[in-house]
Structures are given as structure tokens and as C-alpha cells.
């Protein structure tokens, strides 16, 4: 079936630097990629849609400056949280949608657990 | 606005009796609905989906339901196992959006032995 992989899967970062998480697609291409950020106890919120080859669409109240995105290949989606603060200490998590699968196609990463102190 | 509503934060079950978990949504749009399971500090993985254009998908001990009238939405787990004792979420899409997962808050199931 259809792997997606994400690392790191937990990363422990000091204030204001700057965190990259990646999220590959194994076997399958994907256009598209989503990234996601979970609170406790909250559900998963979209925060942005990254198609390879164009700028990633962020949902409303995401700093895009902050949380930048990059879709250079058909397998590789990265997420930097840059000048990292405590408030973005969370649970990240990608998907990959695989397009001959349709609406069945997305795959999820196993996440990534962001501590910033 | 929550398009996707999982009104239940939690439900504890007996080993081996039904679970019923549940969804409604809002936007009449949505053509596909999904569950996914999710353990602590993993990614959620799929587990039933259905189209709109029916009212009932069977996969082993999971069936979900679908009453478009009632935009509700349930998920079955008969019988219930320990190993189904996890967070599960409802997630709606498409409907001419972009494709975007529209996920609940999720349900944490508890099934005591």
C-alpha cells in the first residue's frame, strides 16, 4: 500500500531557530500534499496545501512567513518553522495524496512531535 | 465553523459489544467520508470510507453508516476488541473543493477487557 514517510518524528529545538520537517511519498508520486498541526485533545487543523512546482495555499491564520513550504518533487514536501517559538510546540503531521486513488488516496505520516524551549 | 462534528470526546466499551461512533457534518457538498484511527504521537491511518451515493460500507467488523438526510454519519465496531482502543476521526472531502481532508475533533474509544 502507500507509504508516506515523515521525519523527524520528534525534535526538541531552542527559541528562535529554525525546524525543517520532511515528508516523502514512497511509492507512489503526489501532487499534492497536505500539512496539518494538532493541539491536545483538538483535531487535526489543515494549516496548508502544497502542489509540486507552485506556492503552497495557506489556510486562514497561518503566518506563511513563518511556516514555509516547499514542493520541489513529486515526493518530497518540507515544512520549516522558522524563529521557532514555545506556541509552536505541537504535533505535525503530513499527508500525501495519491491522484489515481481519488478521494481513498490520502496517506498520512507518522508525525512529528515539536518541542520548543 | 465546524463542518465536521464529533460531538462525543470519548466512549468506554466492554470487550466484545458494539461501538457505535459518531459524525455529523454541515456542508451538503461532501462526497466522500472517512475514518481514520489514530494512536498517541502517530499518524492517523485509514481505516472505512464511504460515498455519498450510498448508506452503508461493510469491512470486517467495521461498517459505517451514511444518513444524507440527517448529514450524520456512524461508525460500527462489532465486537469490540482492546486493540480498538484509540482516537478516531471522522473526515469529510471533496465536493469540489481543492481535496482537503475536513476533519473532526475526534472520539477516543476505550474497549475494557
Known amino acids: 500500500g502507500a507509504v508516506v514517510s515523515q521525519h523527524p518524528s520528534w525534535v526538541i529545538c531552542k527559541s528562535g531557530t529554525s525546524v525543517k520537517i520532511e515528508c516523502r511519498s514512497l511509492d507512489f508520486q503526489a501532487t499534492t500534499m497536505f500539512w496539518y498541526r494538532q493541539f491536545p485533545k483538538q483535531s487535526l487543523m489543515l494549516m496548508a496545501t502544497s502542489n509540486e512546482g507552485s506556492k503552497a495555499t495557506y489556510e486562514q491564520g497561518v503566518e506563511k512567513d513563518k511556516f514555509l513550504i516547499n514542493h520541489a518533487s513529486l515526493t518530497l514536501s518540507t515544512l520549516t518553522v522558522t524563529s521557532a517559538h514555545p506556541e509552536d510546540s505541537s504535533f505535525y503531521i503530513c499527508?500525501?495524496?495519491?491522484?489515481?486513488?481519488?478521494?481513498?488516496?490520502?496517506?498520512f505520516g507518522s508525525g512529528t512531535r515539536l518541542t520548543v524551549v | 465553523d465546524q463542518q465536521v462534528k464529533q460531538n462525543s470526546p470519548s466512549l468506554s466499551v466492554q470487550e466484545g459489544r458494539i461501538s457505535i461512533l459518531n459524525c455529523d457534518y454541515t456542508?451538503?457538498?461532501?462526497?466522500?467520508f472517512l475514518w481514520y484511527k489514530k494512536y498517541p504521537a502517530e499518524g492517523p491511518t485509514f481505516l472505512i470510507s464511504?460515498?455519498?451515493?450510498?448508506d452503508k460500507n461493510e469491512d470486517g467488523r467495521f461498517t459505517v453508516f451514511l444518513n444524507k438526510s440527517a448529514k450524520h454519519l456512524s461508525l460500527h465496531i462489532v465486537p469490540s476488541q482492546p486493540g480498538d482502543s484509540a482516537v478516531y476521526f471522522c473526515a469529510a472531502c471533496c465536493g469540489g473543493s481543492q481535496g482537503n481532508l475536513i476533519f473532526g475533533k475526534g472520539t477516543k474509544l476505550s474497549v475494557k477487557p
Open positions: 499527508s500525501a495524496r495519491d491522484p489515481d486513488r481519488g478521494a481513498y488516496g490520502y496517506t
Open positions: 464511504i460515498s455519498s451515493i450510498k
Open positions: 456542508n451538503s457538498m461532501f462526497d466522500y
